[in-house]
């Protein structure tokens, strides 16, 4: 497939979201170049809600995919059918549904990767836990470099690596590398697509999308970094709003968890699979550019202990004792300690 440089593809999965078609208008109005940037869409929505492309219907550069919500297996296979809708754009783009952009981000994004490879990242990712929703509101030229970074991991109650909630730091204006992909925005190339496709059999996945994601890039050569500046605003909680897990009277991940845990090696083999988990195992595992343990090693992951030894927003990365204490939630004793809830 010819690849049509300078173009992004935007890939959005929605479920139910009734602020879709503000995100997508956030997207075109605040780009520079809003002929060069494609969306794909995937919309899982009752009859009766509002359909993402109002106002849109007419535009070639969005594309939909329309499935009934009681059809929805979760995030995962969303994203995967957005990603079917792409058609040869350079940089592909992934977002939840309800964000709000900064002006000029189609060339923030795009200068970010090219700055990066400049100076001898070959396959960089951009990625991060936006700031909040209404952040955007007051956001001043100084707070222009304030932005999130992903911190450090930690195994929750389930014996899986979730992430512990960013904080927002003075960027000095530079990138930092990080081991950690996120779900509600990345930006890369899009020659990933062929190295780390997605996965369509991990039904209703939600916590372990995102580290299953963050070392199937790792190991296929990819180098993840916090961007340098503010480029989107995520609404997060939505506690009032439709989502899959209570809409669906057959929700359950725990079959797509351990699918997780077998490719990330929590478990020794594959009898504990269901049959269907077992399709494509190798197709959708991991890369051969550098280890697992290569990434654990990174992220100061040592699974044997079920601890992290890590702060990728401390100096040098090392965690304190306390850090180390609450990096698996069964340890945690210390009351009000949150971890940000993305859905």
């Not at 992004?8 to 997207?27: E, G, M, P, Q, W």
Request: glycine share 4%; with cysteine.
């Amino acid at each position: 497939m010819k690849i049509k440089d300078n173009t992004i593809f935007c890939s959005v999965a929605s479920f139910r979201d009734k602020i879709c078609n503000d995100t997508l208008k956030s997207i075109y109005e605040n780009a520079r170049y809003p002929k060069n940037v494609y969306v794909g869409i995937c919309q899982q929505n009752k009859e009766e809600d509002n359909d993402c492309k109002i106002n849109f219907e007419d535009n070639p550069n969005v594309r939909i995919i329309r499935i009934p919500h009681y059809e929805a297996r979760g995030p995962v296979l969303a994203r995967y059918l957005c990603a079917s809708l792409w058609d040869g754009e350079e940089y592909f783009l992934q977002i939840d549904s309800h964000m709000k952009f900064v002006k000029d981000w189609d060339i923030i994004c795009i200068d970010a990767i090219k700055e990066l490879k400049k100076i001898g990242v070959k396959k960089p990712v951009i990625s991060y836990y936006p700031r909040e929703y209404t952040d955007i509101e007051n956001m001043t030229e100084k707070d222009k470099h304030m932005v999130p970074r992903i911190c450090k991991s930690f195994f929750n109650s389930r014996d899986m690596i979730s992430y512990l909630g960013p904080e927002i730091l003075d960027t000095k204006d530079q990138f930092y590398q990080v081991p950690f992909v996120t779900g509600g925005f990345f930006f890369c190339e899009s020659k990933f697509l062929q190295e780390v496709p997605y996965d369509p059999n991990l039904p209703y996945l939600f916590v372990g999308e995102e580290i299953l994601h963050s070392i199937r890039f790792y190991t296929n050569g990819w180098d993840i970094y916090s961007p340098k500046e503010n480029i989107v605003f995520h609404y997060y909680t939505r506690k009032d709003e439709p989502k899959v897990w209570t809409d669906n009277k057959d929700y359950k991940d725990s079959d797509a968890l351990e699918k997780v845990k077998y490719y990330i090696k929590f478990v020794n083999d594959d009898s504990k699979l269901s049959p269907s988990m077992k399709i494509n195992l190798d197709k959708y595992g991991l890369g051969q550019e550098r280890s697992l343990d290569d990434f654990y090693n990174f992220a100061g992951i040592d699974v044997e202990n079920k601890k992290v030894t890590k702060n990728f927003c401390r100096e040098n990365n090392e965690a304190t004792e306390e850090d180390i204490t609450k990096s698996n939630e069964k340890n945690w004793v210390v009351e009000g300690f949150k971890i940000l809830n993305k859905k």
